[in-house]
């Protein structure tokens, strides 16, 4: 079974710029989280869909930052204009509604210069 | 609130000794908690999870322990690899199990040969 699949692999941009990752769940999973993970530190969570509804999106700095996960699967997450301290690794995860453990990707790493 | 630490950043043993990584909660009422390891450029891997009504959970070559009095979890890897070489982090939903998972700092484990 395939598992949580994250694209681009890498990105550098320069600042101001936009960028956009992509993030396909483990199939089945209704639960989605994207985590933002700066050098050194834990994942800290960016915004969990149950389906296609944002039940939590309070740690999302929504002024620039971005998503959606339009038919309850795949999601999109999206920075404009992306700032030197947005330079981390995303992480997407998914899990099944009813279990606690979530499966991460490998992560995009994010550089901006 | 909510905090899951680890008590030390970094742990290095020698290959085929017995590893303890250990984890600190401030939630007594926590009721699941999740140990992820991460190795350099990947995402955080399952590793193994334990619920509050147990104190002790065995996995493959992995045992995890719980003691609630003192709000502590270990992290034991048997016959420690140089492959065990990672990041280990405890884990916690916020607000159960359905919830969003906080990470603490990790513990880079570093295995001599």
């Known amino acids: 079974e395939a598992g949580v699949v994250q694209s681009p692999r890498y990105k550098i941009i320069e600042k101001k710029q936009p960028v956009a990752f992509w993030c396909n769940p483990i199939?089945?999973?209704?639960?989605l989280y994207w985590y933002r993970q700066n050098l050194g530190q834990g994942p800290e969570l960016l915004i969990r869909y149950e389906n296609e509804e944002a039940v939590d999106d309070s740690q999302l700095p929504k002024d620039r930052f971005s998503a959606e996960r339009l038919k309850g699967v795949d999601s999109t997450l999206k920075i404009q204009p992306a700032e030197l301290g947005d330079s981390a690794v995303y992480l997407c995860?998914?899990?099944?509604?009813?279990?606690?453990?979530?499966?991460f990707g490998q992560g995009t790493r994010l550089t901006v210069v | 609130g909510e905090s899951v630490g680890l008590h030390l950043p970094t742990l290095s043993v020698q290959e085929g000794d017995n590893s303890i990584i250990n984890c600190a909660y401030s939630?007594?009422?926590?009721?699941?908690f999740i140990w992820y390891k991460q190795e350099s450029g990947k995402g955080p891997q399952f590793i193994i999870d334990i619920r509050s009504n147990m104190d002790k959970r065995q996995g493959q070559r992995v045992t995890v322990l719980l003691n609630k009095t003192v709000k502590h979890l270990s992290l034991q890897i048997a016959a420690t690899q140089p492959g065990d070489s990672a990041v280990y982090f405890c884990a916690e939903p916020h607000g159960g199990s359905q919830g969003n998972l906080i990470f603490g700092k990790g513990t880079k484990l570093s295995v001599k040969p």
């Open positions: 939630n007594s009422a926590s009721d699941y």
């Open positions: 199939s089945g999973h209704n639960t």
């Open positions: 995860a998914s899990s099944q509604q009813g279990t606690g453990g979530a499966f």
